[in-house]
């Protein structure tokens, strides 16, 4: 576990204030270094949390026959329930059940993967290195053109979305371009970059306050030591803020994926 | 030639400011007129806000690449 920890300061080494850097997300390798498997801290986590959110799944639902559940059981069928009703139903309807246990097991790890950058000893989300986000929004990419070619069939899947109706025929040489280009490599860019950009933001921001705390109280002589006051408190209000950025880009995230499925199985755009 | 102003610093601090403006604006416009449609019917309250969660995620999206590009065009 102490393996996991990052530098607990930033600063403190009596060089003067280090504002945090774009290399916090490369940390070196711990594990199998110079192979193509090599595994840094946040590899690590990912794998911590991944396999924590299976096994608390396995042993809530070890034994379903149980009519009325209790413990463990209970809140995984509430937390289930909860991005069933408010992701599949309301945006998919009854039709959107055939893909409850991918959506549904892609905002659980979503949520796991985010709300690593707020708990103690790892402080980083696994989603802010950038193959993570993009490993999601590929899979969401693949799942929701395979899906509509399924539904509507490979010719007129392309007719519904880069041929909208009720226009104008020559307009279709401006709109065409414009409709691939947001349709098939716009949405996986995205949902990529909306995801990574808040975890790398949140992550910066929080290093930052804390850090200027740090410096602040160990540095610096005098009144100036008061500064680490308002410092200190906005990296409480900012790890807080972060709590609900982490549950609300797992739901976004979630979100965009139902819709842009929805909208690609169904024929009238 | 003589200097009437200076700027110091990072520019990818003033495009990024650049890039949040309109998003910021966006967002503004886009949660008031959603609690405007949920005060005037507020049995529409679950579609209007899971439509506003999706409208956030795409205007909010332009200041996020903002943000990117100050990291990636240095």
């Known amino acids: 576990m102490l393996a996991l920890m990052g530098p607990i300061a930033a600063s403190g080494d009596g060089e003067g204030f280090e504002a945090p850097s774009i290399s916090e997300f490369f940390p070196g390798g711990l594990l199998f270094e110079d192979t193509i498997f090599e595994m840094s801290r946040i590899t690590l986590i990912g794998v911590l949390m991944a396999g924590l959110l299976s096994l608390f799944f396995v042993v809530a639902f070890r034994k379903n026959d149980r009519l009325i559940p209790r413990g463990a059981q209970n809140f995984g069928e509430l937390a289930i329930d909860v991005v069933d009703k408010a992701v599949i139903l309301e945006v998919m309807g009854q039709k959107g059940r055939k893909y409850a246990p991918y959506l549904i097991s892609m905002f659980f790890l979503l949520l796991m993967f985010n709300i690593t950058g707020v708990l103690p000893l790892m402080h980083i989300s696994v989603t802010s290195v950038i193959g993570v986000p993009a490993m999601f929004a590929v899979i969401a990419w693949v799942v929701f053109n395979v899906e509509g070619v399924r539904a509507l069939g490979i010719g007129k899947y392309l007719k519904v979305n880069l041929f909208p109706p009720g226009i104008p025929w020559p307009i279709y040489f401006l709109v065409t371009p414009i409709e691939f280009i947001s349709t098939f490599i716009l949405r996986p860019v995205t949902l990529t970059i909306r995801l990574l950009a808040n975890m790398m933001a949140g992550h910066l921001l929080l290093v930052l306050f804390f850090s200027a705390t740090s410096y602040f109280l160990l540095e610096t002589s005098g009144l100036m030591k008061l500064f680490a006051i308002p410092s200190y408190a906005m990296g409480f209000a900012f790890t807080l803020f972060e709590i609900l950025v982490a549950v609300l880009q797992a739901y976004i995230f979630t979100l965009l994926t139902a819709v842009y499925i929805d909208g690609a199985i169904s024929a009238e755009h | ?74």
């Open chain 2, 1 to 74: 030639m003589e200097l009437l102003a200076e700027i110091n610093g990072n520019l990818n601090a003033v495009g990024y400011g650049l890039a949040a403006i309109g998003p910021g604006i966006g967002i503004g416009v886009l949660v008031g007129k959603a609690l405007e449609g949920i005060a005037r019917q507020p049995e529409a309250t679950g579609v209007l806000r899971t439509n506003m969660f999706l409208g956030i995620a795409f205007t909010e999206a332009l200041a996020l690449i903002g943000l990117v590009a100050g990291f990636l065009f240095t």
